[in-house]
Nanobody, 120 residues
Framework: QVQLLESGGGLVLPGGSLTISCAAS????????MGWFRQVPGKEREYVAS????????YYADFVKGRFTISKNNAKRTLYLQMNRLSPEDTAVYYCGQRPTVEKNEFKFGGPGTQVTVSL
């Protein structure tokens, strides 16, 4: 079973930058794709970005294009999200998820998330 642990969240000023991480552990970690999602209280979790684990093709939600960059380190089994030009609307708990196979378009979660707060 794969465990995911997000880290790196915090308080940042509007216009600032932050990089969050997701470390994966477990003997069978070999996903097709990894992704970042975020959630605010009272709303559904929303897709932010994803990356193919082998190959590195990346995809972004329109609201983060040009501001966020998703990356990975396969050897370290770690996923990153570099966030620039942050705004208060980016405040949320950020989760990483894994999509195990290409056949099924479904991400699995399990980590506690990391809180990102953008505020003066």
């Amino acid at each position: 079973q794969v465990q995911l642990l997000e880290s790196g969240g915090g308080l940042v000023l509007p216009g600032g930058s932050l990089t969050i991480s997701c470390a994966a552990s477990g003997r069978t970690f070999s996903p097709f794709r990894m992704g970042w999602f975020r959630q605010v209280p009272g709303k559904e979790r929303e897709y932010v970005a994803s990356i193919t684990w082998i190959g590195g093709s990346s995809y972004y939600a329109d609201f983060v294009k040009g501001r966020f960059t998703i990356s990975k380190n396969n050897a370290k089994r770690t996923l990153y999200l570099q966030m620039n030009r942050l705004s208060p609307e980016d405040t949320a708990v950020y989760y990483c998820g894994q999509r195990p196979t290409v056949e099924k378009n479904e991400f699995k979660f399990g980590g506690p998330g990391t809180q990102v707060t953008v505020s003066l």
